[in-house]
């Protein structure tokens, strides 16, 4: 599985952005997809969530709650995250990954500064 990441940028807070991670190859095992981001000096976190198999239900952290919303095409196996009323605590590398069951595949990142 091959994930390619795009649609970072730098946007004032309160700004909107839109994240999308093209994927290729073995997609057909996929069972999940979903955002993380990793800000400088902490750890990765899972950011949004949605269910590829069946059902498509979305799973948000409690800090984008309301704000981001996840979502697929899958006729284009593109994965999105639609991010409104950024705030500067959003700034991190966001990564899209890909659950496989026995592993996650990650592509390669796109940076988000959110400027205040």
């Known amino acids: 599985v091959q994930l390619q990441a795009s649609g970072g940028g730098l946007v004032q807070a309160g700004g909107s952005l839109r994240l999308s991670c093209a994927a290729s190859?073995?997609?057909?095992?996929?069972?999940?997809m979903g955002w993380y981001r990793q800000a400088p000096g902490k750890q990765r976190e899972l950011v949004a969530s949605?269910?590829?198999?069946?059902?498509?239900?979305?799973n948000y952290a409690d800090s984008v709650k309301g704000r981001f919303t996840i979502s697929r095409d899958n006729a284009k196996n593109t994965l999105y995250l639609q991010m409104n009323s950024l705030k500067p605590e959003d700034t991190a590398v966001y990564y899209c990954g890909a659950n496989q069951g026995t592993r996650i595949y990650w592509g390669q990142g796109t940076l988000v500064t959110v400027s205040s």
């Open positions: 949605i269910i590829i198999v069946s059902g498509g239900s979305t």
């Open positions: 190859g073995s997609i057909s095992s996929i069972m999940s």
